[in-house]
């Protein structure tokens, strides 16, 4: 079956600016976690959804990021006026429910900030 | 949550040689999970050991855990030039909160 997709693949944007990064989760699975992972470390976790709502989104960095899945299914993290120190690859993941040690990754968002 | 630490940062090695990677942590865990990630993309999760476990196999893949020591290692039997990636290891203690070290990047040379 379908894996997680992510779009775009990358995105380059200037300072300042408003990005949008969509996840699709794998069909059924009812938890998505955002991560971010900044070049030569390992991914680190922003937030995680269980349906609808943000279950925890203690990894966020700061309120110019923000994330929402209003049908339970796709998710969009939304960063507002963007920074260079935003660049990163945006990784996200989803998992059946009960099962959240055994999570599927996307292929990610490379972005840039200029 | 807590962190993995991989070790060594790199590894090169020869097209069907071995290659063995380790991980520590700090905490009681109740599973750990290998992921490999190709070129900076997404992370594919390889396997999952539970704390009750000591040795995993998965095709080419072994994978031990030594809970009195904090550890675990991974082992790539017959190397080859598609294994080229960076590993990390994930140590759960039932959060969802996967946390992951900076990877051990390996290069297996054709």
């Known amino acids: 079956g379908a894996g997680v997709s992510q779009t775009p693949s990358n995105k380059v944007t200037e300072k300042g600016k408003y990005v949008e990064l969509r996840c699709d989760p794998i069909s059924g699975h009812t938890a998505l976690y955002w991560y971010r992972q900044s070049l030569g470390q390992g991914p680190e976790f922003l937030i995680y959804?269980?349906?609808?709502?943000?279950?925890?989104d203690s990894g966020l960095p700061n309120d110019r990021f923000f994330a929402v899945r209003p049908e339970g299914s796709v998710s969009t993290l939304k960063i507002q006026r963007t920074e260079r120190g935003d660049s990163a690859m945006y990784l996200c993941?989803?998992?059946?429910?009960?099962?959240?040690?055994?999570?599927?990754f996307g292929p990610g968002t490379r972005l840039l900030v200029l | 949550s807590q962190q993995g630490e991989e070790d060594p940062q790199a590894l090169s090695i020869q097209e069907g040689e071995n290659a063995t990677m380790n991980c520590s942590y700090k905490?009681?865990?109740?599973?750990l999970q290998w992921y490999r990630q190709n070129s900076g993309r997404g992370l594919v999760h390889l396997i999952l050991i539970r704390s009750n476990e000591r040795e995993k196999h998965s095709g080419r893949l072994r994978v031990t855990l030594d809970t009195s020591k904090k550890s675990s290692s991974l082992l790539i039997t017959a190397s080859r030039a598609a294994d080229t990636a960076s590993y990390f290891c994930a140590p759960g203690a039932g959060s969802y909160q996967l946390t992951f070290g900076k990877g051990t990047k390996l290069s297996v040379i054709p």
């Open positions: 905490t009681s865990i109740n599973n």
């Open positions: 993941a989803s998992s059946k429910t009960g099962e959240a040690e055994t999570q599927y």
């Open positions: 959804f269980q349906g609808t709502g943000a279950a925890d």
